[in-house]
């Protein structure tokens, strides 16, 4: 059963708009969320967090909105640019105090020039 | 250098062969990690390691080992391998502290069992 989900597989957007990346989850519990990226032959690199406390956190281009009633958050990339073309994993840290990872099962952002 | 490093990057081998990745971190983090990433699938940890003396089974850890040398050491085994162990396999760390410590990645091992 799937904990944490990335339902859409892949997305294109244009250099300059807005990306949002979004992520569902079932677990109410969960303590963080994180979202990373990855390019191909490299591993995830950590982008930008949130606490379960918050609804949103910023940094740079990258903001992050969690909506802890709908069990949902999003990442958004403003504005876009090519270099930001990757596997944008959504995770959440599980609860109990070993924050272990369970991740989404990923999204390809495309940015288009 | 790297900072988390995986050796080898690509391995092709037989099924039933005994194989180790190995995974090597110059952060100084207690923390460390395997996981596995296969399509569609996302990453799913198999094991991990709070410091030298502490081993704990992740959400997949069936047919695979562990070894914790030292703080910057970590490697995984598969003692005999099987075709459905092809995979990305990713080493990471982290340290101590709360959830929003992230966790660092090596780039990772292609393993394929023929």
């Known amino acids: 059963d799937q904990q944490v989900k990335q339902n859409s597989p892949s997305l294109s957007v244009q250099e300059g708009r807005i990306s949002i990346l979004n992520c569902d989850y079932t677990n109410s519990m969960f303590d963080y969320f994180l979202w990373y990226k990855k390019y191909p032959a490299e591993g995830p690199t950590f982008l930008i967090s949130?606490?379960?406390?918050?609804d949103k956190n910023e940094d740079g281009r990258f903001t992050v909105f969690l909506n802890k009633s709908a069990k949902h958050l999003s990442l958004h990339i403003v504005p876009s640019q090519p270099g930001d073309s990757a596997v944008y994993f959504c995770a959440a840290t599980s609860p109990g105090g070993t924050y272990k990872y369970i991740f989404g099962t990923g999204t390809r952002l495309k940015v288009l020039a | 250098d790297a900072d988390v490093t995986q050796t080898p990057r690509n391995r092709i081998t037989k099924t039933g062969k005994r194989i180790m990745l190995e995974c090597s971190q110059t952060?100084?983090?207690?923390?460390m990690y395997w996981y596995r990433q296969d399509p569609g699938l996302g990453l799913r940890l198999i094991y991990y390691s709070f410091d030298v003396k502490d081993i704990n089974k992740g959400e997949i850890s069936d047919g695979y080992s562990v070894s914790r040398q030292a703080q910057a050491k970590f490697s995984l085994s598969l003692e005999s391998a099987i075709p459905n162990q092809t995979a990305l396999y990713f080493c990471?760390?982290?340290?101590?502290?709360?959830?929003?410590?992230?966790?660092?990645f090596g780039d990772g091992t292609r393993l394929s069992i023929l």
């Open positions: 949130i606490s379960s406390i918050k």
């Open positions: 952060k100084g983090h207690d923390r």
């Open positions: 990471a760390t982290s340290e101590h502290g709360t959830g929003d410590q992230p966790q660092h």
